[in-house]
């Protein structure tokens, strides 16, 4: 057949076609999976946090809008083939390695960081943070300090969090967990009196990846990126 077989004369057929095209995909979907611990840092998106949440020069995306705009650029979630792979991988150094158990850790942490960032002061989420994240944490909360704003961030309600990717890299476990949640996010003066931007009733949705990073084995998990979705 023309379609499936070789093409008459010897030229290349349908099923030789799609063949060389999916090992093309699955060598590029393989490439990004692996750069993505290498560009840890924080991306929030400018729709996002009025307040410029991870707003730092030097993780901004310029194509991106401004506000909480980053460029921790991540590689898409792995498909079910590289999740259970990664799972496994994980395994052999952590036997009783949950996902859902993980995803409620990861939900805690959530929380601390928006606490510690509505306070401009992310010294309080230092354990669950990496350094480096810290750092561009901070840069941000003394900038709204500086501008004498608050960035307010109530009523948070997470719908979901969903473990999308395990994967080990240079000695280290990673781990995406999918956030899916809505909350009130809104910046104010110093005194809270005055909204500047979005508003004190108005919910907005939330989602984006987080990915945490922890030593190979049963240790403590620790924020390093965030993608918006």
Request: glycine letters at 10%.
């Amino acid at each position: 057949s023309p379609f499936f077989g070789g093409a008459p004369g010897g030229g290349i057929g349908l099923l030789e076609m799609l063949i060389i095209a999916g090992l093309a995909w699955l060598a590029i979907s393989y490439m990004r999976r692996r750069q993505a611990p290498e560009r840890s840092g924080y991306a929030m998106a400018g729709g996002y946090g009025s307040g410029g949440y991870g707003d730092s020069a030097a993780t901004r995306n310029d194509a991106q809008p401004s506000g909480r705009a980053g460029t921790a650029v991540l590689g898409p979630p792995a498909g079910p083939s590289d999740l259970e792979r990664g799972l496994d991988h994980i395994r052999q150094m952590d036997a009783g390695f949950d996902p859902r158990a993980v995803a409620e850790t990861a939900s805690d942490i959530f929380f601390k960081v928006q606490g510690a960032w509505t306070a401009r002061d992310m010294a309080s989420a230092s354990s669950v943070l990496t350094p480096e994240m810290q750092t561009l944490l901070q840069r941000d909360c003394d900038r709204l300090r500086a501008e004498r704003k608050v960035n307010r961030l109530e009523n948070i309600a997470v719908r979901s969090a969903e473990v999308t990717e395990v994967w080990q890299e240079s000695g280290q476990d990673y781990v995406t967990v999918h956030f899916l949640a809505s909350l009130l996010d809104y910046t104010t003066d110093e005194t809270g009196t005055r909204v500047l931007e979005g508003s004190r009733t108005e919910p907005v949705k939330f989602e984006e990846y987080w990915t945490f990073v922890r030593p190979v084995g049963p240790n403590l998990f620790r924020l390093s990126a965030i993608q918006q979705a």
